[in-house]
């Protein structure tokens, strides 16, 4: 008895650190709700669409999203803090509204006032080995105007500065 509570708390640990990459599409809304808890956040799409962005790992290196229609079902999943996802970004034509539905919420963002631009940085695991961090430079207005990836500060060797 006392080995079957034991397996059944393991199974139960192991569905919990699942990621939502692993939902099928055309699963209800209600079922991955029910598994994966409340999404970071909820972007509108088209025809009653909606995108829910959900962040995991231990160092928010991975962030998924989830294209529900609006049936209330799973059409796409998508890891997005990726490279190749970035380098699709097109300086000079996307904005903040773009950036915000294919990337979510930043987790950190920065001013850079002699340049007027105003960065968001995404940290991920650039070829699933360096703990990197992309940079979104929009100007006042919104539109990218530059992309960069560099190292995660947080993993340099003095740590960020961000919190001095």
Known sequence: MFRSLICAACVAAIAGCAAPGAVAPGTSEAQLRAQFGRPTA?????????????????????????????????QRVEQVLT????????????????????FGIPFDERPYPLSGLTAWMYPYKENGAWNSEMAVYFDKSGIVRKVE??????FLRNGSDRDR
């Open 42 to 74: 909820e972007h509108a799409l088209d025809a009653g669409a909606k995108r829910l962005e959900y962040l995991t790992g231990p160092f928010q290196q991975t962030k998924y999203m989830v294209d529900v229609d609006a049936g209330g079902r799973v």
């Open 149 to 154: 990836s560099g190292p995660d500060p947080r």
């Open 83 to 102: 490279y190749e996802k970035f380098a699709r970004l097109r300086v000079g034509i996307d904005d903040r509204t773009v950036v915000l539905r294919e």
